[in-house]
């Protein structure tokens, strides 16, 4: 995306709209004030068309449109959020107000209204904002369809690339398309990851440059190989192909890197291992004991018509009871209604070995064990309504990792232990990008985005995200 576009669109069109609603909101201003005496009345001395606002207006959008300038809200950047640009936008408009204010104070104008001018800036935070959210969603739809994507190539499979790469798949929005990887250890450049590609080792890469259509080249390489990083950068230069590198800071995890500058030289420090901080892992708790108090009368009514066709349905137990593996490793019993035969668990190992899937994603398409009440439940995920007890219990919470039996975890690489650094939850960033869908390693690099870059705003996104998912029945199995 060259620095001439803002979502997709041309960088003067955005100007553009903004001007306008800067228009918009000083009439609409004007309109309160004069015409339905919004907070204060007027007399019928002190009426004036809006003939001597014009200039305030024109003057309003002209500031507006340097300092968002000034804030680079017209230059595309990616990870920037909306609430961001509305902040940004608020800084402008607050700024732009008080230079207008100044100037109408030096001018002494025969009509002027400082009620009107504050009016006009509230609308302006309201409508530039409305404008930008927008704009998000006409990009996304965009991206959808594959224009304004850039389809990377990651070189480099190992801690820094997976960062990278779990970054890129938790975040669709941020327009990246990943065609696939290479890296120098042969057995990583031959294993996906998720629905990654693995595309080979290093030496592949001009092949590949010249038989995929590909924007950018990350490299993610260790330090120690820095002859064969430059020579990448290169063979990429030479093809007209974007190329970036992302240090490996002694193989440590991104997010445990702390940046400072002294006197404009940078100073690196550790943060210690990623983790939800104290007062971090209180607002969570307080956040699952309030939705918990919010759906437990509903969750009591379903549970109560779930448990009789249960009951009717087939011979065993209403709730079904197994040993979960949780945060730092802790066991516990996570309970959830029963949607299987009785004897399911005993006819696991001889279903993978028919099936040949992977053991360590609990969930297999057309499984012949689930009951017809459990093939109904377990669409709508309504067979995990008893975890709420564990919620209550502290063992779980409503947005984390998805809590892996003990069989799954002795088949862990190292660096799939990293999910259970935090609570298990009963949905998370995995649910929403699809579910049962998504293959365990992309699973657990959708887990390590979400630990690393946790926050209860992210916690209501996912939840928010994950009802839609529950009630259509999207990626269930």
């Known amino acids: 995306m060259n620095g001439k576009t803002v979502y997709n669109l041309p960088r003067a069109a955005v100007m553009l709209g903004d001007a306008a609603l800067v228009g918009v909101a000083f009439l609409l201003s004007y309109t309160l004030r004069y015409e339905v005496e919004f907070l204060q009345p007027v007399d019928e001395a002190n009426a004036a068309p809006f003939t001597p606002y014009l200039p305030y207006t024109l003057l309003f959008a002209g500031l507006m449109l340097l300092f968002n300038q000034n804030g680079r809200l017209y230059n595309e950047r990616r990870g920037r ?78 801690s820094v690339g997976r960062s990278v790469l779990q970054t890129m798949v938790a975040r669709p929005d941020l327009g990246f398309k990943v065609i696939g990887f290479v890296d120098e250890d042969p057995e990583r450049g031959r294993t996906d990851l998720g629905r990654v590609p693995a595309l080979g080792g290093v030496e592949n890469l001009a092949q590949i440059i010249e038989t995929q259509p590909v924007d950018t080249v990350i490299v993610t390489l260790p330090w120690l190989v820095q002859r064969k990083i430059l020579g990448i950068i290169r063979e990429c230069e030479q093809k007209r192909i974007r190329v970036r590198t992302v240090p490996d800071l002694f193989e440590l995890s991104l997010s445990q890197v702390q940046v400072e500058m002294l006197g ?113 439940i377990r669409r709508f995920s309504i067979d995990e309504l008893p975890q709420v007890w564990n919620i209550v219990r502290g063992e779980m919470s409503w947005v984390g990792p998805r809590p892996a039996v003990p069989q799954e975890v002795e088949l862990y690489e190292p660096w799939h232990l990293q999910r259970l650094r935090v609570t298990p939850g009963l949905t998370g960033l ?48």
């Open 430 to 477: 995995w649910q929403v990008s699809g579910r049962s869908q998504v293959p365990f390693e992309e699973m657990c690099l959708l887990d390590i985005y979400y630990i690393d870059n946790w926050s209860l705003g992210l916690d209501l996104q996912i939840i928010l995200r994950t009802v839609p998912l529950v009630l259509l029945a999207h990626g269930a199995s």
């Open 264 to 376: 404009g030289i940078p100073l690196l420090g550790l943060n210690g291992e990623p983790r939800l901080r104290a007062g971090s892992q209180v607002a969570k708790r307080a956040l699952d004991l309030t939705l918990t108090l919010l759906v437990a009368p509903f969750a009591l009514l379903i549970a109560a018509i779930v448990a009789l066709a249960i009951r009717l349905d087939s011979p065993g137990p209403i709730l079904f009871a197994q040993d979960r593996v949780g945060v730092n490793g802790r066991l516990f019993k996570v309970y959830k209604f029963r949607s299987m035969v009785d004897n399911a668990e005993e006819l696991w190992a001889d279903l993978i070995r028919q099936t040949g899937d992977d053991p360590r994603h609990p969930k297999l398409v057309g499984d012949p064990r689930i009951t017809r009440v459990g093939r109904w």
């Open 81 to 158: 959020t909306w609430w961001d640009e509305v902040f940004s936008i608020g800084n402008s408009a607050t700024n732009t107000a008080v230079v207008v204010m100044a100037v109408s104070f030096l001018l002494q104008p025969l009509v002027f209204s400082r009620l009107l001018i504050v009016q006009a800036a509230l609308l302006v935070i309201v409508l530039l904002g409305v404008w930008r959210l927008a704009l998000r969603l006409i990009q996304a739809q965009m991206r959808k369809r594959g224009i304004g994507v850039e389809r990377v190539l990651v070189v480099g499979a190992g």
